[in-house]
């Protein structure tokens, strides 16, 4: 088999496949061979049926040879995609031009392929990412977060501020007169919103024994009646933490000192920093380049895969947890319509930055050896359990080898970028790339925080290896190997 690949108009190729006389006697052979071991023909044992019976109930030669093309095709255009390293997104149009009666069979498979996007600008990017470095100011907020959970509430003889409880009776009424809200002795923090916004407006500057009288709605923003509020401030406390000394820290901690446990802290918050340095730099990288990316370059075809897969691995995920679409649309608070316009648009950045990798790989002509192509295969066989040599045959069968590639290629372009972009903090002072490395270096070999409260957002279930956003539309390094 021969196979020559020509770029055409619309970000298609042209795959011309021709297939040797022999070739296709062979594989009418194989379907021959493999429709007799089937076919149950009366009068003929099973495998014993003559090809000219055979034939007479296909409908004739022409219908014998056209089934077994139909069968084979698939296969020569798989073979086709890796001896050109064609890597499609869609679906090919097959047609066969020459040999549908008899001789050599010619085809051509007309594919859409990714297109070559333009990235200007890429060598000059800049990302903001949280300063890595840790601060005594830092040590000592973890260390009032300690505090904080042992504090006592004491009277305050002042005005109630943000932060402080009030002890209030609450009583809330509609127009009509009927009493909706009615509270003694409630403890409420000043500032916590929890009620009405306008109750933290009210208490915050209160003391005790004033009385308070404001109408407000029952939620923020919603139409209707409102409530007439009315409150009687009893009381105003104070929280009052506990002094750092050593006897604190050996009561509150496994350490013995204040020293000692400030010192674990600093190392916790060095991993914690450093993490989210990572994640930023990664994430912030891939956006900045993504955005390089016109908007009307984006296939559909592509976007709607990555929609595709996203849906996939949620209902996935949601099925494991015994719970449906319908009840985390009601959770989120979303309709179908908004869900899927925004994972649309995750889709869409997530193709953008697959595009802009694979641009980059281009630009800075970052190629994969075959040596690390045999690596990568040999990683997919271990964790498949199977040999490499079966891990390659199964990915050409699938046409998939130069997905492979491709994938290989997009590590590389990361690692450029991350290893060019212009790095600074959140104020705008640069950060440089020995700092940076020194603070991570540091950061391996600390230890996770057992008191050390993390963050929301600055790392939850986000992959501190930014791979989502990395591997952008394809999930590519998932997918080839499911198909291997």
């Known amino acids: 088999m021969r196979a020559t690949s020509e770029a055409v108009e619309g970000n298609k190729v042209r795959l011309s496949v021709e297939i040797d006389e022999q070739e296709v006697d062979d594989v009418l052979d194989g379907a021959i061979r493999t429709l007799t071991r089937q076919a149950r023909v009366p009068g003929f044992r099973p495998g014993k049926v003559p090809r000219p019976v055979l034939e007479a109930r296909m409908g004739g030669a022409g219908a014998l040879r056209a089934e077994a093309l ?47 996007v333009a990235i200007p600008g890429y060598a000059g990017l800049e990302v903001t990412v949280p300063s890595p470095v840790v601060t005594d100011k830092d040590v000592d907020a973890q ?18 501020r943000d932060g402080d409880f009030v002890t ?45 009288s404001f109408a407000a709605p029952a939620s923020p923003g919603a139409d209707g009646p409102e409530i007439s509020f009315r409150v009687l401030v009893k009381e105003v406390k104070e929280k009052k933490l506990p ?42 990288a891939m956006a900045a380049l993504a955005a390089l990316v016109e908007d009307n370059v984006v296939p559909e075809v592509l976007v709607d895969e990555e929609v595709r897969q996203r849906v996939h691995d949620l209902s996935h995920r949601l099925e494991e947890q015994r719970i449906g679409i319908g009840q985390f649309l009601e959770a989120t608070g979303r309709t179908e319509e908004q869900f899927l316009e925004e994972l649309r648009a995750e889709a869409g950045q997530s193709v953008k930055g697959d595009l802009a990798l694979r641009a980059l790989a281009d630009e800075e002509s970052l190629e994969v050896g075959e040596d690390e192509l045999e690596a990568e295969l040999q990683a997919m066989a271990d964790r498949l359990e199977v040999g490499p040599s079966e891990v390659r045959d199964r990915l050409t069968r699938a046409g998939r080898m130069a997905a492979v590639r491709s994938e290989q290629r997009k590590a590389k372009a990361l690692s450029w ?61 998932s997918n080839v190997e499911a198909e291997a």
Do not use: C, N
């Open 243 to 284: 002094a750092v000394t050593d006897e604190w820290a050996a009561e509150s901690s496994e350490f013995a000192t204040v020293d000692e446990l400030r010192g674990d802290l600093r190392a916790r918050l060095v991993r914690m920093k450093a993490f989210q340095t990572q994640l930023a730099l990664r994430q912030g």
């Open 417 to 477: 970028l991350l290893d060019h972009v212009a790095v600074v903090d959140e104020d705008g002072a640069p950060i440089s790339r020995d700092d940076l490395q020194a603070v991570l270096s540091d950061a391996d070999e600390g230890t996770g925080a057992a008191g050390l409260e993390h963050d929301e957002g600055a790392g939850g279930s986000a992959d501190p290896a930014g791979e989502q956003v990395v591997a952008g539309a394809s999930t590519a390094t």
């Open 143 to 160: 260390i009032d977060r300690l505090r904080d959970t042992e504090a006592e509430l004491v009277d305050a003889p002042r005005a109630a």
């Open 168 to 212: 209030i009776d609450l009583h809330g009424t509609l127009e009509s007169g009927e009493e909706v809200v009615a509270s003694g002795d409630y403890l409420y923090e000043v500032g916590s919103g929890r009620v009405v916004d306008a109750l933290d407006d009210q208490v915050r500057g209160a003391k005790a024994g004033d009385v308070l």
């Open 70 to 116: 139909r069968e084979a095709i698939p296969d020569f255009y798989a073979r086709a995609l890796a001896d050109t390293q064609t890597d499609p997104i869609a679906s090919p149009e097959i047609d066969i031009t020459e040999g549908e009666d008899a001789g050599k069979v010619t085809f051509d498979a007309l594919v859409q392929v990714r297109p070559v």
